[in-house]
Structure formats: structure tokens, C-alpha cells
DNA sequence: TACAGATCTTA
DNA sequence: GTAAGATCTGTAC
């Protein structure tokens, strides 16, 4: 929150009375279940959300919430036992509606706050302090004078249902004080609905008077003696205590502890299908009308969401909470998301985990019970162990589950002897090890479950054992992931990882069996099959066990911190996208790679033998240590720099620079370096991952980048040369098979345009608008030379500049990346700031909230953390805030392709076109596609790409895509 | 055998 | 200047 920030603050508890009196008494859905308050409520919430957003009721709000009273029991009750003794229970039929009103305002995606034992207003005082103190300004949505005494600079009350504003000026024409004295006014006149005694004979007007004389209450009451009117002096004589009390119980709690805090209140487009689910689960048919016109949601495409408030569950997808049979969780409806989560997370740690509760499955009636127990829970973990960590070539070895936590089982399926069974027959090899149920029996046992839509699977890194299970018929849905959970809550450069021993440690206290202990690793690692059944039955169970626990403290935590959005619509639905590009593939040509990997090594061996005629003796031309020695201190060559580590730097500039003053051997060194390079890395590793069908499927890792971008291993498909023509030889070795073409889709200049869009830089928007190239653009502002006939130089330095501002810009590295001198390049970073003003407010206002919140956000909510944003050491933090402003760019592209994968499926589906996505790589999606089928899948495939964004996220500027087929994707790109 | 550092590939 | 992963070398264990 910062100056010109504006916070929105809804007395909800206020608010659901007058929603309850305004609409006529027992207005009921279908099923019985009184709604009226709810619809009132809805209908005021959409009114006011969609109001402020138009800005006619003021300034539009950066930040939302709204607030609920949470226990009739407060501070207050301690100074005075009358107080609010009066109050009258809630009519009956307004009571179920509370926690449904909960649902509606989770349903709009506002942060709903409420905190046990403080009332809504003292909530209220505490964020609107500090709001004022951020330098923001806050409009409560209430009537109620309690709340008066709040108003002042920046800070207004604001009445729906009379459309009317209150600040100071108003306060004082209604009750002849301004706001300050409001507490004094109450103090004095007392409220008889919440049994505040005041001084009894003093109104409203009478106490204005009398604070307009004495200035204050305090001074009201020590002389009180010099009042004329008799009734009145005595009468405040005698009650001057009570009156004390009474300023007391009529003070708002300014300082009460938040779990929410302010920047969680940051407002963010609703998610229409989400809020479209609620309304037509309560029937609001006009309102749901109202809504997707407005969100352009399809509403017939929704199916309305279960709302339940007669038990506690809400389904399991949705709420880790009550789980029918589950144990006692209290009522978390009623409970704010933070409080459920902060519950939840202590509940887990004070369980330990007990390994010797675990059960070993090994007949098919106790599967049978266990299958039961996931039934009645509606939640189990499962956990896969194989052959191998590639899911594409692993084989299930055993599987085990976790129905509540302690309650878990392995069923061992496919283990061998203790020698191993390389040698022995299936049968001879399993003697020995106890009885195992047949795959075949445990697949046609679990399928049903795994494939029940009303059971949610968890798992750890669910894409893993989503692919075995696929690759074994099973098509497990619905399914949580949490590894995912975590890295949606916990992005960051510095924590370390998302795996589950590192969670199990870190959220659960327990260290879990290591894989490593279990089997062994390098010369001593054995087979899992191989490995006596009771251990692997504690660690696979285990697994299981933890993965339950981790589910039930993070889960909660993504409604509580506001990422539910990033987490089901960004992370959860591209599990099984993924996992079937990784189960596809990509067609690769083997005697492409083979003539290549020959060349590359004939080349090579030239070079070297002249490497080595040049240098004198022959040496290791891949040792940077040996190659150091033999430029700069056999040969002395200059230039001669150290790196970290005091050896000699050999890197390719460095050698590049030295090839410019005609000196031979750096020149080859160079050349050597990239055919081996080449070769090593690509033309003779790829080979070795290709599978039967000529085959390569690479693993994405969802989790392993700060900024929401994937990544891609065994091998990295995402890297892939293509800048260099010999480099780009390797491209054509990734072919489509006969009768289909390779389709590449990728975005133009993603990056710089959202960077338009969200630094707001008139410029650059309009030339993305106009489709002006922008870098000759970015030059022409620069340096004053007109766009036509430019020269390629000038333009290629205001590309590296534009680069440069993505990534953070400092004038060190883009004097590197440009080879010029540091004040040449710091002069030309000075300049673009004075060109684009915009950019430099931009990221001093990432590198600030960054600052102030810890972490920075995409477009679409996805958070990554820098804590060390505030290290003393300023070359760190220049680091630091370099990634940080790179974040949401990055990020937000990161997301908007993650968004187009997502919907690629079905849209190719929708339209009867058979492209399968292959290969994703950051701005680029690889298709393979029929040959008669590459012109209508173009559009489709670029419809998709260029409308990502919407309808969360309206975007200044367009994106473009482009797209091109061919045989192979070195044509194609 | 395991790990860190240097180097090079991509967006 | 951002974000990754793979390979090779050299050294520590």
C-alpha cells in the first residue's frame, strides 16, 4: 500500500443486517434454504465492486475488503459485563445465512478478515490506520456512527443505500462535532443498543453543546462544577466514571492484531466462473445475469458450485476442512481462510508421524478396505514407487495411500528377491517375498477410485505418478499437487526447494525416510523392487502420510493469502497438459544427428591439431585451467583477467576480444569450443533419449523457477541452438513424421509489451498498436535518427537497451553485452530514462512494494519472493532488485502461455482438428500436425496464444503471434 | 563417487 | 542486467 493507493472497507456485519431488513422476510431457494440476506448482500457487494470500479463513487480501490464481526465475546465485555448484554439474538432464519455470506464473499474473490474476539469496527480502525499511515486513502462502506470517529483526512464513511459520502464536514453538520470529538460524543450520549451507559439526561445536542464549551471530555468533567443548569452538572458529577467507562468501551481498537495484512488486501479481477458457480448455485438468475455480462463469463458453460452449509464440507477440491468422517475441525466456515490456516498448520505439526501404524497391503479384501476408507473420507494421497525416475520408462514396483493422517498402507505389486532378479524368471524372482496382489487386480481395484470425480487424489509432484498411472490406463483425476501448493505460496530465490522431504521438515517438523537411505546411491543403489517390502512398505507409506499432512496445512493457505486463482487456473489444469506432451514426444531423425555429430568431430580434431601446433605442445583445449596457462603464461597474450576463483578467465568474449587483435589460436579456441560444444551437448546426447519410435520426451518441471516459467530436463529441449547456422542444423533434426508437419507458435516481443502495458509508457504502447518495430522505434526517440533507413547499429544498440530494461538494466552489463565503456553505457541509460520517465516510476515502484511486501506480482497474481531485498550489501540488493523487476515481467508472460496451454485442448478439440502441442519453450508452442490440417489449425492455435490474457487481465497493448509449418523446426521457427 | 565452477545453449 | 539445464574439468572425499 502506498500514497495513492485507496483501500475499500465493507462493514459486513452491518451490511448483512440491512441486506436482511431491506429484502422481504423469507425469500427461499429451491431446496428450502432462507436466502434473502444472501441475495441482498450479493446484490449491494456487485453494485458497490462495480460502482467503485467505474470510479462513481469516488477513486477506484486498489485494495479490498470486507469485514465480519466474529465473536459476541470482546475486550469490551471485560471492562464492562453489560455491555451489548441486551442485544437481541438474530432472527432465525438469518442465521444459516452467515456462513453463506462467507461462501458470497470468497465466490467475488474478496478478502473476507474477521478475528476472534474483535468486533468488525476495531478491524476496521486497525487497516484504516494503517492505510493512512501507507499514505493511502480509505472509504468505509458503513452507516454506522461508531465508526465516525475514524473520519478524517483521507479517510471518508460512505453510505450504499443513501449514496451518500460523510466526511468531516458531514459528520459535524450531523452531530455539531467533527470527528475527533466524536468519541468524547458518545461517551457522553451513551448507545443504548449496546448498552454503553453514557450520562444519563445528555443527548446528542446537549453533549455538542457542551464539548463545543469545554473542548473535551476530559476537561468536560473536571469542571464540570462551573455548569449552570443544575440537572446537568450534577447529573455528569455523578457519572463521571460511568462516562470514562463509556469513552473507553466506545474507542476502537486500533491496533488489533491482523492475520491479514494490508497488501493481502490488494484487489484483483474476480474470477468470473468462480462467482457465476456461486450465483447459480443460489438461484440469483438476474444477478448472474448481470455478472457475466459484465465478466463476459460463458454461464452456461458453469455448472453451479456446491453450497452446503448444512455440513461442513464443501467438497473436497475445493476445501481441505471438514471432510465427511473426517475428525472434528470446529466450524471453519465461520472462520476467516488465515485463521483456518494457521489452525490447521499447528494441528499438523502436533501430530508426529508413527511409521509403525503403517499397514503392508497384501490381499485383495484389505485393498478393498482401503479403497473403502478413501470412499468415506473422499480424500486420499497416493504415491507411485517404480523402476525408474523417468515416468516414461518407469514401472510400478508398488503403490500406497493415505486417507487421514497416520492412516496410510503400501501395496507392494511388482518386488523381487533380495538379489535383485535380473536373471531369474518373474516368478522365481518374487519368490520369497510374501504374497503381492497382481497389477492387474490392483488396476482394476484402484482405477474406479482414482477415476471418481467425487474423490480428489494428492499427491507429490502429482504430474510423476499421473503419467505412470496413464501410462498404466488410468486417467487420475480429480488431482491436488503439493509440490505445486508450495511453489504457488513460496516462489522465492533463497528458500530452497518445493520437494517433500525439504516441506516435511519445514512444515511438519518430521524428517521422512530418504529415498537415498532406502536404496542406497551410486555403486550401493539398488533397485527399489529389491528391497525388502517392510522398509519400502514405512517409506512409500510415509510418503503418502506426508504428502496428506502437507495437503491439510498448505491447502488452506492458498485462499487465505488470496492464490487460489494462480493455483487452479495457472498451476492445477496443466498437470495432465503437460503430462501428455511429455508422453508424446517429439520425432526426431537419429542419421541427422549421426552425420552431424561426424562433422562437428572432424572439424574438431582439425582445430585442435592447430590449437596445439599454435600453443606449442599439446594440452587439454577443454580445461579453461590448462588454456589460461598456455594463453597468458606460456604465451603471454594481453588482456589475461581472473575470475572468482583466481584462475584465468577464457570465457568466449574474452577470447572473442582477443581473435579481434588478430591473434589465431583464441579464434579456434572459439570455434573448437563450439563444435564440441555442439556436438557434446546435442548431436551425440540426443541419441541416447530417443525410444523406440525415434521418440524424445523431455520432463517439464512445473516448480523449479521463481518467476513461473517451466523448465525442461533429460534432456532440455528448451535450449536448443539456434542462433549459429551450424547450431541450427540441429533443429532440422527435429522432424514431424510422414503425412504431418511441425507447427511453432510463438509470441512477438512478449515481454517488452507487457512491460508497455504494465509500466504504462504511451510510446511503446502506441507502437505496439501500430505494429512500429519497436527497437528502431526505442533508437529514433533515442538517438534522433529517423526510422527510415537506420542504421543496423544503432538499432542494435537500442535493442540491447530494451533487453536491458526487461532484465533490470545496469550500466555494467549493458556495457558488457555491447562492449562499450561503462559511462558510454551509463549515458545511454540516463537518456532512455529521460525518453521514457514512465519505466524509471515503474520500477521504483516494484523495487518499493517489493520492499515493503517481500515479494513482487504478475498480472495475474502469481507472487515471488525476495527476501533479501532488504541485504545491506548493496551489490546484493542491486542484484536482488534486478530479478525482482524482472519478475512480473517474466512472470506474467510466463503465465499468459501457461493460460494458453491450458485452453489449447480444447479449442483444437472444439474445432475437429487433430494437432497435438509437443514442446513448450517460454514464448513458443511446438505442434504436430496433419498435413491437411495445418491451414485451419493456424488461426485456431493463434486465436488461443493472442487472447491468453483475457478476460482476467485487459492488456494495453496487443499480443501477436507467429506461426509457420514445416517439416522440420528449424523451417517451422 | 560427489560437488563446485566455468562455460555455453536457450528465451 | 533476467530466467533456466547440460557438460566437462578438477578437486575433495
Same mark, same amino acid.
Given at each position: 500500500m502506498q500514497k495513492g493507493d485507496h483501500l475499500f472497507l465493507v462493514d459486513g456485519s452491518a451490511y448483512i443486517f440491512r441486506a436482511y431488513h431491506a429484502l422481504p422476510p423469507l425469500?427461499?431457494?429451491?431446496?428450502? *434454504? #432462507?436466502?434473502g440476506a444472501v441475495s441482498g448482500f450479493c446484490n449491494m457487494l456487485w453494485k458497490l465492486v462495480e460502482e467503485s470500479r467505474e470510479t462513481s463513487v469516488g477513486v477506484a480501490p486498489t485494495h479490498f475488503a470486507v469485514i465480519f464481526d466474529h465473536s459476541s465475546t470482546t475486550f469490551r465485555n471485560a471492562l464492562y459485563?453489560?455491555?451489548?448484554?441486551?442485544r437481541q439474538a438474530p432472527p432465525e432464519d438469518l442465521v444459516p445465512q452467515f456462513a453463506v455470506i462467507r461462501e458470497a464473499v470468497r465466490a467475488f474473490d474478496l478478502p473476507c478478515v474477521e478475528k476472534q474476539g474483535f468486533e468488525a469496527d476495531d478491524l476496521i480502525a486497525t487497516y484504516t490506520r494503517l492505510a493512512v499511515e501507507a499514505g493511502g486513502d480509505v472509504t468505509i462502506v458503513s452507516s454506522d456512527k461508531d465508526l465516525m470517529q475514524l473520519v478524517g483526512p483521507g479517510v471518508i464513511l460512505y453510505d450504499q443505500m443513501k449514496d451518500k459520502r460523510l466526511g468531516p464536514q458531514e459528520v459535524f453538520e450531523k452531530f455539531g462535532v467533527y470527528p475527533e470529538k466524536m468519541i468524547d460524543l458518545q461517551a457522553l450520549v451513551g448507545d443504548s443498543s449496546d448498552n454503553v #451507559? %453514557?450520562? #444519563? %439526561?445528555?443527548g446528542p445536542k446537549t453533549a455538542a453543546d457542551l464539548l463545543g464549551a469545554y473542548g473535551t471530555l476530559e476537561n468536560l468533567l473536571e469542571n464540570a462544577g462551573e455548569i449552570k443548569q443544575a440537572k446537568r452538572r450534577e447529573s455528569i458529577l455523578a457519572h463521571a466514571e460511568q462516562a470514562r467507562l463509556s469513552k473507553r468501551l466506545v474507542t476502537l481498537d486500533q491496533h488489533t492484531p491482523l492475520e491479514? /495484512?494490508?497488501?493481502?488486501l490488494f484487489i484483483h479481477e474476480p474470477d468470473g466462473e468462480k462467482l457465476v458457480a456461486f450465483l447459480k448455485a443460489m438461484e440469483f438468475t438476474s444477478l448472474t445475469r448481470r455478472v457475466t455480462a459484465k465478466l463476459g463469463t460463458d454461464a452456461s458453460a458453469v455448472e453451479a458450485a456446491q453450497v452446503d452449509v448444512t455440513a461442513p464440507a464443501r467438497g473436497p477440491d475445493l476445501d481441505p476442512g471438514g471432510t465427511p468422517g473426517g475428525e472434528k475441525t470446529g466450524s471453519h466456515l465461520a472462520m476467516t481462510p488465515a485463521a483456518h490456516a494457521a489452525e490447521r498448520l499447528q494441528a499438523e505439526a502436533a501430530t508426529p508421524v508413527d511409521r509403525s501404524t503403517y499397514e503392508t497391503v497384501r490381499d485383495e479384501a484389505r485393498l478393498e478396505h482401503w479403497i473403502a476408507r478413501a470412499r468415506e473420507t473422499g480424500v486420499v494421497a497416493f504415491d507411485v514407487e517404480t523402476t525408474s525416475l523417468d515416468a516414461m520408462r518407469a514401472d510400478l514396483v508398488g503403490l500406497s495411500l493415505a486417507v487421514a493422517p497416520g492412516e496410510a498402507a503400501y501395496v507392494p505389486i511388482a518386488h523381487v528377491g533380495e538379489?535383485? /532378479?535380473? *536373471?531369474?524368471s518373474d516368478e522365481a524372482a518374487r519368490e520369497g517375498v510374501g504374497a503381492q496382489i497382481p497389477l492387474g487386480t490392483v488396476l482394476d481395484l484402484l482405477k474406479p477410485l482414482l477415476e471418481d470425480p467425487a474423490i480428489l487424489k494428492v499427491a507429490q509432484n502429482a504430474k510423476y505418478d499421473y503419467l505412470v498411472m496413464r501410462r498404466h490406463g488410468v486417467e487420475t483425476a480429480p488431482l491436488d499437487d503439493t509440490m505445486l501448493i508450495s511453489y504457488v505460496l513460496d516462489a522465492s530465490s533463497s528458500l530452497e526447494g518445493h520437494g517433500m522431504d525439504e516441506l516435511s521438515e519445514r512444515f511438519l517438523g518430521h524428517k521422512p525416510i530418504s529415498f537415498k537411505e532406502l536404496c542406497g546411491s551410486g555403486r550401493t543403489l539398488k533397485p527399489i523392487a529389491a528391497v525388502a517390502i517392510e522398509r519400502v512398505s514405512e517409506y512409500a507409506a510415509e510418503d503418502a502420510d506426508v504428502t496428506l499432512r502437507l495437503w491439510r496445512v498448505l491447502k488452506p493457505r492458498l485462499a487465505a493469502e488470496g492464490l487460489a486463482h494462480v493455483y487452479e487456473r495457472l498451476e492445477r489444469p496443466l498437470v495432465p497438459v503437460l503430462a501428455r506432451m511429455e508422453e508424446r514426444g517429439i520425432r526426431t531423425d537419429r542419421q541427422i544427428l549421426s552425420r552431424l555429430s561426424g562433422r562437428f568431430a572432424q572439424k574438431a580434431a582439425g582445430l585442435e591439431a592447430d590449437i596445439h601446433i599454435l600453443a606449442g605442445e599439446p594440452f587439454n583445449v577443454g580445461s579453461p585451467k590448462q588454456l589460461g596457462e598456455i594463453l597468458? %603464461?606460456? *604465451? %603471454? *597474450? #594481453? /588482456?589475461g583477467k581472473k575470475t572468482k576463483t583466481g584462475q584465468w578467465a577464457t570465457d568466449a568474449r574474452l577470447l572473442e576480444d582477443l581473435a579481434a587483435e588478430g591473434h589465431d589460436l583464441p579464434r579456434r579456441i572459439v570455434d573448437w569450443r563450439q563444435l564440441t560444444k555442439l556436438k557434446g551437448t546435442y548431436t551425440d546426447a540426443l541419441p541416447t533419449y530417443m525410444d523406440a519410435e525415434d521418440r524424445i520426451h523431455t520432463s517439464y518441471s512445473m516448480a523449479s523457477t521463481t518467476t513461473g516459467r517451466l523448465s525442461s530436463s533429460e534432456p532440455n529441449l528448451q535450449n536448443i541452438p539456434v542462433r549459429t547456422e551450424e547450431g541450427r542444423a540441429i533443429r532440422t533434426a527435429f522432424v514431424a513424421p510422414a503425412g504431418h508437419k511441425l507447427l511453432s507458435a510463438d509470441y512477438s516481443q512478449i515481454e517488452l509489451r507487457l512491460l508497455a502495458h504494465m509500466a504504462e509508457i504511451p510510446q511503446l504502447t502506441e507502437a505496439f498498436r501500430q505494429g512500429i518495430d519497436i527497437h528502431a522505434m526505442t533508437a529514433s526517440e533515442m538517438f534522433g535518427v529517423p526510422v527510415e533507413g537506420m542504421p543496423s547499429d544503432v538499432r542494435r544498440r537500442a535493442k540491447a537497451i530494451n533487453f536491458g530494461i526487461v532484465y533490470g538494466i545496469s550500466a555494467f552489463g549493458l556495457a558488457a553485452q555491447l562492449s562499450i565503456p561503462r559511462e558510454e553505457a551509463g549515458a545511454y541509460i540516463k537518456r532512455y530514462f529521460e525518453r521514457f520517465p514512465g519505466i524509471r516510476d515503474y520500477m521504483d515502484r516494484v523495487k518499493l512494494f517489493c520492499r515493503r511486501t517481500g515479494h513482487v506480482e504478475t498480472l495475474f497474481g502469481r507472487r515471488a519472493h525476495y527476501p533479501d531485498i532488504g541485504s545491506s550489501n548493496p551489490q546484493v540488493r542491486a542484484a536482488v532488485e534486478r530479478a525482482a523487476i524482472n519478475a512480473p515481467i517474466q512472470g506474467s508472460a510466463a503465465d499468459i502461455i501457461r493460460r494458453a496451454m491450458v485452453r489449447m485442448e480444447e479449442a483444437l478439440a472444439a474445432e475437429r482438428l487433430s494437432a497435438r502441442m509437443l514442446l513448450q519453450v517460454h514464448d513458443e508452442l511446438v505442434f504436430e500436425v496433419p498435413d491437411d490440417e495445418v491451414e485451419a489449425t493456424i488461426p485456431v492455435v493463434r486465436r488461443v496464444m493472442e487472447r491468453a490474457a483475457d478476460p482476467v487481465v485487459e492488456l494495453a497493448v496487443p499480443l501477436v503471434v507467429d506461426a509457420r509449418a514445416a517439416a522440420n523446426w528449424d523451417e517451422a521457427h
Open positions: 425469500t427461499r431457494k429451491s431446496d428450502g *434454504l #432462507p436466502i459485563d453489560q455491555y451489548k448484554a441486551n #451507559p %453514557g450520562v #444519563p %439526561g445528555i491479514v /495484512g494490508l497488501d493481502d538379489g535383485g /532378479g535380473d *536373471l531369474l597468458f %603464461g606460456k *604465451l %603471454g *597474450l #594481453p /588482456g
